[in-house]
């Protein structure tokens, strides 16, 4: 069983930013992908960045690139996102996930835990 809690979120200005962290339980946190997705009312989940095991592979969705930054410190278990430049459109719970096997991936299926999400607010 692995436990996540998100922290970090609030409301910002357009072009501002904020650090998203993600706090995980359990002593194989160092070999899990982990990832944020993000989610408003009535919209499908949305699939944000990975990061493999060791930080050093990443994968970001198209509207975030160049923007948001997913980095991990493994000795403290946690993952981070940094955003940049936000934007109105950017405003979601965003939520933490563990993929325990495979490399980084969009798919939502292939996650194994989620955490509880943390609302990002982007006024304009």
């Known amino acids: 069983q692995v436990q996540l809690v998100e922290s970090g979120g609030g409301l910002v200005q357009a072009g501002g930013s904020l650090r998203l962290s993600c706090a995980a339980s359990?002593?194989?946190?160092?070999?899990?992908?982990m990832a944020w997705f993000r989610q408003t009312p009535g919209k499908e989940r949305e699939f944000v960045a990975a990061v493999s095991w060791s930080g050093g592979s990443t994968v970001y969705a198209d509207s975030v690139k160049g923007r948001f930054t997913i980095s991990r410190d493994n000795a403290k278990n946690t993952v981070y996102l940094l955003m940049n430049s936000l934007r109105p459109e950017d405003t979601a719970v965003y939520y933490c996930?563990?993929?325990?096997?495979?490399?980084?991936?969009?798919?939502?299926?292939?996650?194994?835990?989620w955490g509880q999400g943390t609302q990002v607010t982007v006024s304009s």
């Open positions: 359990g002593r194989t946190f160092s070999t899990y992908v």
């Open positions: 996930a563990v993929d325990r096997s495979g490399p980084p991936t969009r798919a939502g299926r292939a996650y194994d835990y």
